[in-house]
């Protein structure tokens, strides 16, 4: 008798478990994530989408983060959360801050019935630098002066200021 209900106890477990191990298998699918302009510029606006094909999805959110990789410095990380549209697409838009940043980096997490996921893990996107947006102030690579012009014109007037004393 106890060899019979050990059996039946041990292949009742292991139904049970299988029964659990088949409900918690969750496939974390992407299909798309969008960003929109694909090269955006520093201190524009950007259009997040994503459509995540992942069931008993509660809650999207997009973690942004702006840096720039001249001084290696990354802005503070924005935690955005994502409006659903239907069944699996998520959106939400986003103004850039930093003027001197050079690329964004992001994370997309989700929370299901069984916790939180990381869909994707710091995933980096360039953003497109106008030539305008050098320190001196001039046309970035066209040779036009910016603010060293003062610099030159001052020296000029102390020169000719000394050529002045000196004639007297």
Excluded: H
Aim: proline share 3%; aromatic share 10%.
């Amino acid at each position: 008798m106890d060899g019979k209900f050990n059996k039946k106890f041990i292949t009742v477990l292991m139904l049970f478990g299988l029964y659990l191990t088949s409900y918690n298998i969750l496939a974390l699918n992407i299909s798309t994530i969008e960003i929109i302009p694909e090269k955006p510029e520093p201190e524009s606006e950007i259009q997040i989408r994503a459509i995540i094909d992942t069931e008993g999805v509660e809650q999207a959110y997009f973690l942004i983060q702006e840096c720039d990789i001249n001084t290696g410095i990354c802005y503070e990380r924005q935690n955005l959360s994502l409006a659903r549209l239907d069944e699996s697409t998520y959106r939400t838009s986003y103004l850039l801050k930093e003027p001197k940043a050079t690329y964004i980096q992001y994370n997309l997490l989700i929370k299901t019935n069984f916790g939180w996921e990381t869909l994707i893990k710091e995933k980096k996107i360039d953003l497109e630098i106008s030539q305008n947006n050098d320190n001196n102030g001039g046309n970035g690579n066209q040779n036009t002066p910016g603010f060293e012009i003062i610099g030159i014109f001052l020296g000029i007037l102390c020169m000719m200021m000394l050529f002045r004393k000196r004639k007297r």
